[in-house]
């Protein structure tokens, strides 16, 4: 595969698994029976404001990759585009999606909406073009701190649900079952999507964080 080729598919990855997490998100969101951790957070703001889920992700997402700055993160091309597009194509599957209300269709949502969750992930996490804003957080609390990514990533997760439920977001079994599935699934799909490194490396962008620090965008 020639460098043109390889750059050529890795931008595919990137904004086809960006475009997915959205939808995967909204999925869940129509699912209705428990959101990822940082979308019960995005959710109880929209809540709080009146502004769309999509357009509170985006501004959450701005604000965390302001954090970046005191951590001495370095963002690459993956880190702002996940903050517009995720909550973009978030609010678009949202206003194509019907409304649902009985759990013979809100259980397959919930579940299509984590396994296309764990595509996303892998996809543009294998683009290598760097992490989302909020994985770069914890690996820079990791980083500045010298606690485990674990902590660092349970810590500031459990903050993110306790503050989003209490303002009105999501949470139930499928806040669980997405905190069990979504790893072994995004480790799963960043085999099947990882993109031939090229001769050298690559020059034109940041790489992506560890892949044992993966997390909710």
Known sequence: MSTTDRLGRRLIQLYAGLALYGASSALLVEAGLGLEPWNVLHQGLAELTGLTIGVVS????AAVLLLWIPLRQRPGLGTVSNV???????DGALAALPEVHTLTVRIPL??????????ATGLYIAARFGPGPRDGLMTGLHRRTGRSIRLMRTAVEVA????????????GVGTLLYALAIGPLAQFFLRVFAVPAAP?????????????AILRR
């Open 84 to 90: 517009f597009v995720v909550g973009i194509a978030m």
């Open 58 to 61: 985006i501004g959450v997402g």
């Open 160 to 171: 993110v649900v306790v503050t989003g439920f209490l303002l009105g977001g999501t949470i």
């Open 110 to 119: 919930l579940v299509a909406g984590i396994v296309l969750n764990g595509v």
């Open 200 to 212: 050298g490396g690559s020059t034109v962008v940041a790489t992506g964080q560890p892949r044992r």
